[in-house]
């Protein structure tokens, strides 16, 4: 089955600088991979995701990267601000599959 | 109520107890998920049900039974757990599979 790892475990950014989040997976035929956030005491709530025929998606702040040949994929925040702070899930499946198997977490601090 | 609804969001329940949790989409999704979210772990998928059938059962043990008596509704019904069973059990619903998946609050278990 797919294995997604993800690093950093955690990461502290001072506010206004960004934060990086990498995912590697192991399935290559997962062409779906969102990102989800999780603030303190709060549901998981998808921020961004891709697919795989594109390399790159941002949404204001948020950006997302997807390399299928070395099966990885990030997230960058940009400008952090302290409502950023949460653990934030990366994700992978087929797509047309039911199964999302997310990665074990980063928790971010965002520094004021 | 709007979303994915979760019903209790706090239980705690002895070994021997049976107990059942409850959750509600309101968003006409076709599809619905359990997963376990355990302290610096990732999510763990339990169970999956698509149209009402079930599609999925994530080598979950026994004393985990899952319902789904239509599509707006899922339960978890649980017996004789163990301590290690202790974790955040979270709901959710997609479109279809394949789709963004939204997830409810979650109902926090202690088992003692």
């Known amino acids: 089955g797919e294995n997604v790892e993800q690093h950093p475990s955690t990461l502290s950014v001072q506010e206004g600088d960004s934060a990086v989040i990498k995912c590697t997976y192991s399935?290559?035929?997962?062409?779906?991979f969102p990102w989800y956030k999780q603030e303190l005491g709060k549901r998981p709530q998808l921020i961004i995701d891709?697919?795989?025929?594109?390399g790159e998606k941002k949404d204001q702040r948020i950006a997302v990267t997807l390399n299928k040949t070395a099966k990885h994929f990030s997230l960058h925040i940009t400008e952090t601000q302290p409502e950023d702070s949460a653990v934030y899930f990366c994700?992978?499946?087929?797509?047309?599959?039911?199964?999302?198997?997310f990665g074990a977490g980063t928790t971010v601090t965002v520094r004021a | 109520e709007t979303g994915v609804t979760q019903t209790p969001r706090h239980l705690v329940m002895g070994m021997t107890n049976k107990k059942s949790l409850k959750c509600e989409q309101h968003?006409?999704?076709?599809?619905m998920y359990w997963y376990k979210q355990s302290a610096k772990k990732p999510l763990e998928l339990m169970f999956v049900?698509?149209?009402?059938?079930?599609?999925e059962n994530n080598s979950v043990p026994s004393r985990f039974s899952p319902e789904c008596p239509n599509s707006s509704h899922l339960f978890l019904h649980l017996h004789t757990l163990q301590p290690e069973d202790s974790a955040l059990y979270l709901c959710?619903?997609?479109?279809?599979?394949?789709?963004?998946?939204?997830f409810g609050p979650g109902t926090r278990l202690t088992v003692l």
């Open positions: 994700a992978a499946s087929p797509g047309n599959d039911y199964k999302l198997s």
């Open positions: 968003l006409g999704h076709n599809a």
């Open positions: 399935d290559s035929a997962s062409n779906y």
């Open positions: 891709i697919r795989s025929n594109v």
């Open positions: 049900y698509s149209l009402e059938e079930r599609v």
């Open positions: 959710a619903s997609s479109q279809a599979t394949g789709y963004e998946q939204f």
